[in-house]
């Protein structure tokens, strides 16, 4: 049986050394597999003024399957102040190339897993009755529409005359008909059908395929009436097909509260894109923050998996490295479910919970220290060693 071939994209900062130590974890847990290097990130943007080359596409296009590590992104102008000089005002414009990678490839559906791993100290803890201390058992999947809504990329400032006649049309716009147009900076909201039943969908099938009770919308439909509530509309459609699985809906700012006061009792959530991304990271922080919080970006054809940190520049020059590879591990495991590996996925996963249990080795981040080369005295675990240690036990 051939090996198959997957695009190693390890991007800026610590993408760099958390993917290393992937394809470390994949060999010991038996994953065979031929790695591609590709090129994408800071680096690029600044020596060739595109951040995603028309060779990672195609390499991507033709394996299919994708590890990415991290990137940097600045601001438009400082961006462009950072380009090589024979590229300077040339008309280029920088634009996030993992985002950018979501919309050529589709990969509309966004995955993030946030369990709880038991003995982790960075696991969210509450007073409960009689001022008992309490840590709740976080087991949440987030379904994040990946490709529309405010990422989708439909916004100007200053915006051209037919843009500003099609808002004023709206009577909404009244309250802006004083502001001159180049005092404008207008985003977009942008939701289809056919990519909202999807993902919906997507969410109903993993709860069912795992023996999750609930699904719940995560959006504002009392205010964002039309997007929002297109959501919460076809959730109420595709939930009457699984027989079993509860509909619950919430607003966004509630379920943000409500998530340190019981996390527990949420199971699959799916939100449009922006929402999505505020209500996984919030999840995250919950079981341990960053350094845990693994992703799928999945296409109909392609897909990426990644960690949700970014590349943590100042990090990448220490030496040993001090970042948790972890959530990079994770976002490994996804891909060996997609693939069907789950077997060896799941012994990963087994092997980190272990490594956590103990406690015996941890990064800098487990044991709540500053993020200096300082905390490998402090008895911090180096990036090498906590994953010699989740090698050790894939192979005990």
């Known amino acids: 049986m051939s090996k198959r071939t997957i695009v190693t994209m390890p991007g800026d900062g610590i993408g760099k050394i958390v993917l290393a130590e992937a394809l470390r974890v994949l060999e010991a847990a038996g994953f065979q597999a031929d790695y591609v290097h590709a090129d994408i990130g800071w680096e690029f943007w600044c020596n060739e003024g595109n951040p995603l080359p028309q060779r990672t596409l195609d390499l991507l296009e033709k394996h299919k399957i994708g590890l990415f590590g991290a990137i940097t992104s600045k601001p438009k102008a400082e961006a462009a102040r950072e380009l090589a000089p024979k590229l300077q005002d040339k008309g280029y414009v920088y634009y996030s190339p993992i985002v950018g990678l979501r919309q050529h490839f589709n990969l509309d559906i966004c995955m993030r897993p946030c369990k709880t791993f038991k003995g982790n100290p960075l696991n969210f803890i509450?007073?409960?009755?009689?001022?008992?201390?309490?840590?709740?058992?976080?087991?949440?999947?987030?379904?994040?529409?990946?490709?529309?809504?405010?990422?989708?990329?439909?916004?100007?400032?200053?915006?051209?005359?037919?843009?500003?006649?099609?808002?004023?049309?709206?009577?909404?716009?009244?309250?802006?008909?004083?502001?001159?147009?180049?005092?404008?900076?207008?985003?977009?909201?942008?939701?289809?059908?056919?990519?909202?039943?999807?993902?919906?969908?997507?969410?109903?099938?993993?709860?069912?395929?795992?023996?999750?009770?609930?699904?719940?919308?995560?959006?504002?439909?009392?205010?964002?009436?039309?997007?929002?509530?297109?959501?919460?509309?076809?959730?109420?459609?595709?939930?009457?097909?699984y027989e079993g699985i509860e509909l619950w809906n919430t607003n966004i700012d509630a379920q943000m509260m409500w998530l340190t006061k019981n996390p527990e009792d949420y199971s699959v959530i799916v939100s449009s894109n922006m929402f999505g991304d505020i209500v996984s990271d919030g999840f995250a922080g919950l079981v341990g923050g960053l350094g845990f919080a693994c992703s799928a970006n999945i296409g109909e054809e392609v897909a990426i998996f990644e960690p949700t940190h970014g590349s943590a520049p100042k990090y990448e020059t220490y030496d040993p490295p001090i970042v948790n590879p972890i959530a990079m591990i994770l976002s490994a495991c996804l891909m060996l479910d997609h693939i069907g590996e789950t077997e060896k996925a799941q012994k990963i996963r087994a092997a980190i919970a272990k490594v956590v249990k103990e406690g015996k080795v941890r990064t800098y981040d487990m044991m709540k220290l500053k993020g200096s080369p300082e905390a490998l005295q402090q008895g911090a675990a180096s990036t090498t060693e906590i994953t010699d240690e989740i090698i050790s036990k894939i192979k005990s």
């Open 126 to 241: 509450r007073r409960g009755k009689n001022n008992e201390i309490e840590e709740p058992e976080v087991d949440v999947v987030i379904f994040r529409q990946n490709t529309e809504g405010l990422y989708a990329g439909v916004e100007w400032t200053n915006p051209p005359d037919n843009v500003y006649q099609a808002l004023a049309s709206h009577p909404k716009f009244k309250k802006f008909a004083d502001t001159p147009k180049e005092e404008l900076a207008v985003s977009t909201r942008i939701l289809t059908k056919k990519a909202t039943q999807r993902i919906v969908r997507a969410a109903f099938e993993h709860a069912k395929k795992f023996g999750y009770k609930s699904v719940t919308v995560c959006e504002k439909p009392n205010v964002i009436r039309e997007t929002s509530g297109m959501m919460l509309a076809i959730g109420r459609e595709i939930a009457k097909e």
